[in-house]
């Protein structure tokens, strides 16, 4: 496995393995009690319509770990794996996103 500093991944790319945008790395979001990165948090691409994204309070786009398909120069997104609001009824919880039960 290779190991990844947290810090590298700031403002690195997100685009989906069909060639969508997405934007860039703003932040990641930890459980608590495992240390496991559940969420990219992400700022969103100018171009990118985000009204069908799993989006926070702020409009940034939260990227579920789970789809995560490469890291390098960018980060590729599994499009499959993408949380988006019309797969879901209610406000997403962890485990809706990172695809892990409670």
Same mark, same amino acid.
């Given at each position: 496995?290779?190991?990844?500093?947290?810090?590298?991944?700031?403002?690195?790319?997100?685009?989906?393995d069909t +060639?969508?945008? %997405?934007?860039? /790395?703003?932040?990641?979001s930890?459980?608590? $009690?495992?240390?496991? @990165?559940?969420?990219?948090?992400?700022?969103p691409?100018?171009?990118?319509?985000?009204?069908?994204?799993?989006?926070?309070?702020? +409009?940034?786009? %939260?990227?579920? /770990?789970?789809?995560?398909?490469?890291?390098? $120069?960018?980060?590729? @997104?599994?499009?499959?794996?993408?949380a988006?609001?019309?797969?879901?009824?209610?406000?997403?919880?962890?485990?809706a996103?990172? +695809?892990?039960?409670?």
């Amino acid at each position: 496995m290779v190991k990844i500093m947290a810090s590298k991944l700031r403002d690195v790319e997100l685009i989906t393995d069909t +060639g969508v945008r %997405l934007g860039w /790395v703003y932040d990641l979001s930890f459980d608590e $009690e495992t240390g496991d @990165i559940l969420v990219i948090v992400a700022e969103p691409d100018e171009d990118l319509d985000t009204s069908e994204f799993v989006t926070d309070h702020e +409009g940034l786009l %939260l990227v579920p /770990v789970s789809a995560v398909k490469s890291i390098g $120069e960018v980060i590729i @997104i599994d499009s499959t794996k993408l949380a988006v609001k019309s797969k879901l009824r209610r406000p997403p919880t962890a485990s809706a996103l990172t +695809g892990k039960g409670e």
